[in-house]
């Protein structure tokens, strides 16, 4: 299954999106579901949300307005220098994964505008595979860890690279510059994430292209390693990392800028689109 989150008509709903439009299951759920990620907290949610999928569209995508898959994780933890020629772009050395976090409220949608903050012209682009986490745990085996996983998606996670120093937060977080969709693809369709590729596009230029297969902390070991030291909850999103490829590391370097589109596309999920505009 495809699901998707987004505004229609000004109300807030979720649904499953089909190749004639979206099932509105906020509309035929919503007494017993709020949102996506309260579906996903129910261990028969995404079995519930399936018995819908021969049920004629209620809605037309031209007609709704994407939000983030997961407009509102508990937690977005964020995996960075997690492919070879990312790490060699950036000198890293370090064995443990690089972590941070992203904040819910930095997020946007699908066909949405990302907006580059007035204060930098250095927002970069990285093309990134989302795990959304369906079920609770903690201190997971590795063995397990794919069961605890609901589906993937696809994630553009905006950089400012001049307010990025020892710690990432401060360049991750800017509003509108991480986003999320179109949309969570289930495990069913995707048993295995190493046979992904991902492939990241500035103005339809290639700019990133590697295989999940390259990853250097795989998803089971990211959810883990994670699951170590916090509890992950239902519609948790861990980011696995960007090729390498990015435009800081350019020469000369190629920064987002008002009127460009980015893309992201991860094969078997889709292609996340977005525009850049400047902040007013």
């Known amino acids: 299954m495809k699901l998707v989150s987004y505004l229609v008509s000004g109300r807030a709903s979720f649904g499953l999106l089909t190749q004639h439009g979206i099932i509105d299951l906020g509309k ?13 907290a ?5 079995a519930i949300a399936k018995t819908y999928l021969n049920d004629p569209s209620d809605i037309d995508e031209k007609d709704i307005t994407y939000l983030p898959v997961i407009p509102n994780p508990n937690k977005i933890l964020c995996v960075g220098m997690n492919y070879a020629e990312k790490r060699a772009e950036f000198n890293e050395t370090s064995s443990a994964p690089t972590l941070f976090v992203r904040f819910p409220d930095s997020q ?3 066909k949405t505008n990302i907006i580059k903050p007035a204060i930098t012209n250095e927002l970069d682009y990285e093309g990134e595979l989302a795990i ?10 590795q063995e397990d860890a794919l069961s605890y996983v609901a589906g993937y998606s696809c994630y553009m996670d905006g950089s ?3 307010w990025q120093y020892t710690w990432f937060t401060a360049g991750k977080n800017w509003p509108s510059t991480g986003a999320f969709g179109p949309c969570l693809t289930t495990t069913d369709e995707i048993p295995d994430p190493k046979a992904l590729t991902l492939v990241t596009y500035l103005n339809g230029q290639e700019m990133q292209r590697d ?3 390259n990853l ?20 948790d999103v861990i980011l696995t ?22 893309e992201v596309e991860i094969t078997g999920i889709g292609r996340l689109t977005n525009y850049v505009v400047a902040e007013k």
């Open 42 to 46: 129910d261990e028969k949610g995404l």
């Open 211 to 213: 295989s999940v297969n």
């Open 108 to 110: 946007t949608g699908h």
């Open 132 to 141: 959304v986490i369906g079920k609770s745990g903690f201190r997971i085996k």
């Open 216 to 235: 250097v902390h795989t998803v089971p070991e990211l959810i883990s390693y994670i699951s170590t030291f916090t509890h992950l909850s239902p519609g």
């Open 28 to 40: 035929k759920l919503g007494d017993k579901y709020t949102d996506l990620k309260s579906l996903l």
């Open 160 to 162: 400012i690279r001049d």
């Open 241 to 262: 990392g960007s090729p390498g490829g990015v435009g800081k590391k350019r020469n000369p370097p190629i920064f987002m800028k008002d009127g460009d589109k980015i």
